[in-house]
Nanobody, 125 residues
Framework: QVQLVESGGGLIQAGGSLRLSCAAS????????MGWFRQAPGKERESVAA????????YYADSVKGRFTISRDNAKNTLYLQMNSLKPEDTAIYYC??????????????????WGQGTRVTVSS
């Protein structure tokens, strides 16, 4: 099992930028596919982005393509999400998650077994 702790959320004006971090411990981070998901009030959890264990492949939800960038530093056991040009509709609790393997289901939260507690992002208009 891997333990995940997110940080970096906050209140930001539309058009601004934030960088989320997710610190991992326990199972070797460099062997895991990592993902970011978000859940807005009254809505289902949705995928944001995912990155292969070696950073060689990434996945983005259409709603964040061109604005968000997922990256990882395996030496620091840390996952990042750089969020630019933020919109009010990006307001949500953001979660990082981990799973083994990389396949077309990387956008499906049901295939991620380890989750952090989440960090809140609020984008004001």
């Amino acid at each position: 099992q891997v333990q995940l702790v997110e940080s970096g959320g906050g209140l930001i004006q539309a058009g601004g930028s934030l960088r989320l971090s997710c610190a991992a411990s326990g199972r070797p981070f460099s062997s895991l596919t990592m993902g970011w998901f978000r859940q807005a009030p009254g809505k289902e959890r949705e995928s944001v982005a995912a990155i292969k264990w070696n950073g060689g492949s990434t996945y983005y939800a259409d709603s964040v393509k061109g604005r968000f960038t997922i990256s990882r530093d395996n030496a620091k056991n840390t996952l990042y999400l750089q969020m630019n040009s933020l919109k009010p509709e990006d307001t949500a609790i953001y979660y990082c998650a981990a799973r083994a393997g990389w396949d077309p289901a990387v956008g499906d939260y049901n295939y991620f077994g380890s989750w952090g507690q989440g960090t809140r992002v609020t984008v004001s208009s």
